[in-house]
């Protein structure tokens, strides 16, 4: 931790805050992303001092904590730890669907005590259905094991490091008081508010994606219906035009049939006055 201290004064290291500052801000923007790309989170703060102000800071935004005692194998034997969260859907299923009633009272007590218990331990990363994209840590000398699972695992590690920790454990050290609730609070609430801003451009970026879809779409259906009216009037124009050469090569048949009547009076029809006055003459 020598890089980070400050100074030493009645043997209290004093941390450098310009480096814990700039270690917020790089492990923000981490987080940050990490969360745009909809990933989860896990915070670890399981000391008195912690756990309170990362169930407060953490619970609005949706991602998994643990605050009570790390279960073993948390990360490395994650299938076991899915199992025992779906003991509690069992649990929970047969609260409603009228199996209690068929039990004696014993049995229910031990079945709600367990339910209790699990609820307790793992109700809070009861939505965590694959292993989580980082993990966020509070003092990692308390929490080795969950830091050594991680690492074990290749998940990014990010860490609030006090002065008698080593920074080389994790890949995103805070520097900075981890035994002081109120250092912890300033810090996790910085955090929290980098992943909920990755969460909202995440939200708008799928918002503008699905509008500029549904634009797509609209044009699409637009210039469909256009080509329709345009084939439609072409119809019309031909079928138009049909019926104006229809009536027109009518009409010409009709002329010519007038025209050919008269030609035929004319030459072989004769009237009778005519024909009376040749007959006389002759």
Same mark, same amino acid.
């Given at each position: 931790?020598?890089?980070?201290?400050?100074m030493?004064? @009645?043997?209290i290291h004093?941390?450098?805050?310009?480096?814990? &500052?700039a $270690?917020?801000?790089e =492990?923000? /923007?981490?987080? #940050?992303?990490?969360?745009k790309?909809?990933?989860?989170?896990?915070?670890?703060?399981?000391?008195?001092?912690?756990?309170?102000?990362?169930?407060?800071?953490?619970?609005?935004?949706?991602?998994?904590?643990i605050?009570?005692?790390?279960?073993?194998?948390m990360?490395?034997?994650?299938?076991?730890?899915?199992?025992a969260?779906?003991?509690?859907d069992?649990?929970d299923?047969m609260a409603t669907?009228?199996?209690?009633?068929?039990?004696?009272?014993?049995?229910?007590?031990?079945?709600?005590?367990q339910?209790?218990?699990?609820?307790?331990?793992?109700?809070?990363?009861a939505?965590? @259905?694959?292993?989580p994209?980082?993990?966020?840590?509070?003092? &990692?000398? $308390?929490?080795?094991? =969950?830091? /050594?699972?991680? #690492?074990?695992?290749?998940?990014?590690t990010?860490?609030?490091?006090?002065?008698?920790?080593?920074?080389?454990?994790?890949?995103?050290?805070?520097?900075a008081?981890d035994?002081?609730?109120k250092?912890?609070?300033v810090?996790?609430?910085?955090?929290?508010?980098?992943?909920?801003?990755?969460?909202?451009?995440?939200?708008?970026?799928?918002?503008?994606?699905t509008?500029?879809?549904?634009?797509?779409k609209?044009?699409?259906?637009?210039?469909?219906?256009e080509?329709?009216?345009?084939s439609?009037?072409e119809?019309v124009?031909?079928?138009?035009?049909?019926?104006?050469k229809k009536?027109?090569?009518?009409?010409?048949?009709?002329k010519?049939?007038? &025209?050919?009547h008269?030609n035929?009076?004319?030459?072989?029809? #004769?009237?009778p006055?005519g024909?009376?006055?040749?007959?006389?003459?002759?």
């Amino acid at each position: 931790m020598a890089p980070y201290i400050f100074m030493e004064r @009645n043997s209290i290291h004093i941390i450098d805050l310009n480096k814990t &500052i700039a $270690k917020i801000d790089e =492990a923000a /923007a981490a987080l #940050k992303q990490i969360a745009k790309s909809g990933k989860k989170i896990l915070f670890v703060a399981t000391k008195k001092q912690a756990k309170d102000a990362v169930e407060q800071l953490v619970k609005p935004i949706n991602m998994p904590y643990i605050t009570e005692r790390w279960p073993g194998g948390m990360l490395t034997n994650f299938a076991t730890i899915r199992r025992a969260i779906k003991k509690m859907d069992a649990i929970d299923k047969m609260a409603t669907d009228g199996t209690f009633d068929n039990m004696s009272k014993k049995e229910k007590l031990q079945i709600t005590r367990q339910r209790a218990k699990l609820e307790k331990l793992l109700g809070s990363i009861a939505d965590l @259905n694959r292993l989580p994209a980082a993990l966020f840590v509070v003092d &990692i000398t $308390k929490e080795h094991i =969950a830091v /050594a699972e991680a #690492k074990k695992l290749n998940i990014p590690t990010f860490a609030i490091v006090d002065t008698n920790s080593n920074p080389n454990n994790v890949d995103f050290p805070i520097p900075a008081n981890d035994d002081a609730t109120k250092s912890i609070h300033v810090i996790v609430k910085k955090i929290v508010e980098a992943i909920q801003e990755g969460m909202e451009e995440r939200k708008y970026e799928k918002d503008k994606s699905t509008e500029e879809d549904d634009s797509k779409k609209t044009e699409e259906n637009k210039k469909t219906i256009e080509e329709k009216d345009d084939s439609i009037e072409e119809t019309v124009d031909e079928g138009q035009e049909i019926e104006i050469k229809k009536a027109k090569a009518g009409r010409k048949a009709l002329k010519e049939d007038e &025209i050919s009547h008269d030609n035929k009076d004319k030459k072989g029809l #004769k009237s009778p006055r005519g024909s009376a006055k040749k007959k006389y003459n002759k």
